[in-house]
């Protein structure tokens, strides 16, 4: 049973406006993920964060930024969204670094 | 080259044939190792999680690490239709601290 929560599912904005993805999770846990996922490739680690009022740029990219005021919730935003965000965001949630990752199910973000 | 490399299929078998998934990655420090199974439209679910070399069973499912060869794999026994899905590799450790994913394989179990 999933115990990370994110919201919107499924999302079709237009170009040029500015949103928010939510993550939640109930776990307790200090590290937190945004990875970017298109079809049939590698996840792509778009930020993490070590805990509260912590948080770093992953691998790939991007125009978005994060926060985390609370342990619990770790938002995405970003600021003018372009077609080339149209993808898969996943958030993730972990006890501490190399222990396994618990994901969300994700919100499939479509611009248009 | 890609730190870990998977054949992203698809891999279709019958139903009650065993399966046997497999990534190689380039980096000798990695030492936590972990198999993630995804079904369309839902976030991966982590399947085993395991620590340096050797073997883990947990029911239909073994992982198996080969550190000298720098390769893993699952195997799936008496694979069910309910298999199906994309199953993706993940590993961590020495200065990566956060698992390097690969890009996963498609598998079709058919009745």
């Known amino acids: 049973e999933a115990d990370i929560y994110q919201t919107p599912r499924y999302l079709v904005i237009g170009t040029g406006k500015k949103i928010t993805l939510e993550c939640s999770q109930t776990?307790?846990?200090?590290?937190m993920y945004w990875y970017q996922q298109d079809p049939g490739m590698e996840l792509h680690l778009i930020h993490y964060?070590?805990?509260?009022?912590?948080?770093e740029k992953g691998d790939l990219s991007s125009e978005s930024t994060v926060s985390r005021i609370r342990t619990e919730h770790f938002p995405l935003t970003l600021e003018s969204a372009r077609p080339s965000h149209t993808s898969q965001y996943l958030c993730?949630?972990?006890?501490?670094?190399?222990?396994?990752?618990?994901f969300g199910n994700g919100t499939r973000l479509t611009v248009t | 080259q890609k730190e870990v490399e998977q054949d992203p299929g698809p891999l279709s078998v019958p139903e009650g044939a065993i399966v046997s998934l497999n990534c190689t990655y380039s980096?000798?420090?990695?030492?936590?190792f972990m198999w993630y199974r995804q079904y369309s439209r839902k976030g991966p679910e982590l399947l085993m999680y395991?620590?340096?070399?050797g073997n883990k069973e947990d029911g239909r499912f073994t992982a198996q690490v080969d550190k000298s060869s720098k390769y893993i794999s699952l195997f799936i026994r008496d694979s069910q239709p309910s298999d199906s899905a994309t199953y993706l590799c993940?590993?961590?450790?020495?200065?990566?601290?956060?698992?390097?994913f690969g890009r996963g394989t498609s598998l079709i179990v058919h009745p």
């Open positions: 993730a949630s972990s006890e501490t670094f190399n222990s396994p990752l618990h």
């Open positions: 776990m307790g846990h200090d590290k």
């Open positions: 964060s070590y805990g509260v009022n912590s948080t």
């Open positions: 980096n000798s420090a990695f030492q936590y």
């Open positions: 395991t620590y340096s070399s």
């Open positions: 993940a590993m961590s450790g020495g200065g990566s601290y956060i698992p390097t």
